[in-house]
């Protein structure tokens, strides 16, 4: 019985454990420099290799060296990250898997990039929370794919592997004070059964929340960081904008309008054929 009881109590603990690690994790652009022993490295891709998967199509380059990180600099990657990942969407080694067992087919289908970025993400996730388990912490780089040339070079990437997303990781710097960020409530997120639209009224108090979470701390001003819209030059005084005026931004950035996602895979290798659209 108390062997049981203590199974039980320990359960707990690590349950709430668990959920402690998510509900308090945060993205952090600052690190200390203190590098990350090779053992809680190992442990932590390890944790993301385990990562449940569609097709296996997440490969990860990751490294610590100084140089390749200050050269990344000007795409993203935050100055001082102790260790980088690269996350990859690995068509190649499939199809070098299916040919040397004689299945002689190219994965030029949008599919594969559809199922690739679904084990990208499983795989980020566990590596997410790993991370923060075993005290180190971490951001994502979201400008990794429109740099493709620049990362593949950098790190010997041939042509059908599709550099996704980067991850900045390493010890957070205490003197560095970062808030949680809020998220949108839970009742405008989830619904049970059925797809509904949120009222009026859930917009308003969703944007209440977002905006009291992050914009009334004038977070972007304190980091003096905005999305810089394509059309709008000169544009870089910090007046408090809202959470709204940033999601819009993220889809008419100067950084993501200037290249097309087509012209990326393309340079990467992949010729897309026309799928049919058959009726569902
Ligand atoms: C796929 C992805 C890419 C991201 N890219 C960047 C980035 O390039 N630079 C950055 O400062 N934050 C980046 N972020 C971090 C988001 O800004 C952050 O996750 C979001 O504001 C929520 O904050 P939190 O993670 O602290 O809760 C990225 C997040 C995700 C999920």
């Not at 997440?58 to 102790?82: A, H, M, N």
Request: aromatic share 10%.
């Amino acid at each position: 019985m108390k062997a049981q009881e203590e199974s039980d109590s320990d359960s707990t603990s690590l349950t709430s454990d668990f959920f402690e690690i998510i509900n308090n994790r945060r993205s952090i652009r600052d690190f200390t420099d203190k590098p990350i022993p090779d053992v809680i490295l190992k442990k932590i891709l390890t944790a993301g290799t385990r990562a449940t998967y569609s097709a296996q199509l997440c490969s990860i380059i990751y490294t610590s060296d100084k140089e390749k990180i200050q050269k990344l600099r000007k795409i993203g990657v935050y100055p001082t990250t102790q260790t980088l990942l690269i996350f990859l969407i690995d068509i190649r080694k499939l199809e070098r898997l299916l040919s040397f067992y004689g299945r002689k087919h190219t994965l030029d289908r949008e599919v594969s990039i559809w199922l690739g970025l679904q084990d990208v993400f499983l795989v980020i996730s566990n590596i997410l929370l790993a991370a923060e388990a075993l005290g180190l912490s971490s951001i994502l780089l979201e400008r990794i794919p429109i740099h493709s040339k620049l990362v593949s070079e950098t790190f010997n990437i041939p042509s059908r592997v599709i550099p996704a997303v980067g991850m900045s990781l390493g010890y957070r710097d205490p003197s560095v004070k970062t808030e949680i960020r809020p998220r949108y409530p839970q009742e405008t997120v989830v619904f049970e059964d059925t797809y509904r639209d949120i009222s009026e009224y859930e917009m308003n108090h969703l944007m209440e929340i977002m905006d009291s979470g992050t914009f009334k701390r004038e977070f972007y001003i304190k980091e003096r960081v905005k999305v810089l819209l394509k059309q709008k030059k000169g544009e870089s005084d910090f007046s408090p904008f809202s959470w709204l005026d940033h999601v819009e931004r993220k889809f008419f950035s100067s950084h993501w309008t200037k290249i097309s996602i087509g012209k990326i895979l393309k340079y990467l290798g992949f010729k897309f054929k026309k799928e049919e659209d058959k009726e569902q």
